[in-house]
């Protein structure tokens, strides 16, 4: 098991030595690039494809110096790591530096070339970029154009929702009073009919008490005429 670990510390060390050296090359490109930018654009984009390599290898010889058994052997990886991210951080430092370089040189580069006048071949480039970017910028504002087009729309039918719901809560509104009227209506006949129910009763109740009041009496005379 040691063995294979530290063959794999030993792969990965030369790993970072070999993606240190191609970035290292690449920073020097840089340093002597003259334009044009999309040259610098494409060896910029190569360092950093070998930076994130690079990083990978050390994050890895780290996790491997961590699972080391012996704590001397742990602490001399630990201690190679650290070289290894100061010596990126290096790196980096030319890195940014050569590109500061580089693109001051082509920054006068263009200016020399303006001032004399540069060739056709560059002006027709440039005219063209300006075609195309005059081109992208009004096809921006007729899409901004349409956007807004499209929001008043938006706004206007919301605004039509809004009226045909006023509406419908008016029209509610009014289907209540009216069924509100109609309550009251039968409520007021409901009461009526109760009142005269009560009067019927009553007169009911008045008749047959003078009826029986009646038969009594002719009870009375028939059975006893002398009282």
């Not at 919301?158 to 409520?187: V, W, Y």
Request: with cysteine.
């Amino acid at each position: 098991m040691a063995t294979t670990l530290d063959g794999h510390v030993r792969i990965c060390n030369q790993e970072i030595v070999i993606f240190d050296l191609e970035v290292k090359a690449f920073i020097q490109d840089i340093r002597d690039c003259s334009g044009p930018l999309s040259t610098l654009t494409e060896l910029n984009a190569k360092v950093k494809e070998k930076f994130h390599h690079l990083r990978l290898r050390i994050q890895e010889l780290e996790q491997m110096a961590k699972e080391q058994d012996k704590e001397s052997e742990k602490q001399a990886l630990l201690q190679e790591v650290e070289n290894h991210k100061k010596q990126m951080l290096s790196n980096q430092t030319a890195w940014r530096k050569a590109n500061l370089a580089c693109k001051i040189a082509i920054d006068n580069l263009e200016k020399a070339e303006l001032l004399q006048g540069g060739d056709m071949r560059q002006r027709k480039t440039t005219k063209e970029t300006l075609a195309q970017t005059s081109s992208s910028i009004t096809e921006s504002l007729m899409g901004i154009s349409r956007m807004m087009s499209q929001q008043v729309r938006q706004s206007e039918e919301a605004m039509q929702i809004l009226a045909n719901s006023s509406r419908t809560i008016l029209d509610a509104n009014e289907e209540f009073k009216s069924m509100s009227g109609t309550i009251q209506l039968g409520r007021k006949l409901i009461t009526k009919y109760n009142r005269r129910e009560l009067t019927d009763k009553l007169l009911i109740f008045l008749a047959l008490a003078l009826f029986l009041a009646t038969v009594l009496y002719i009870l009375k005379k028939r059975l006893f005429p002398f009282l």
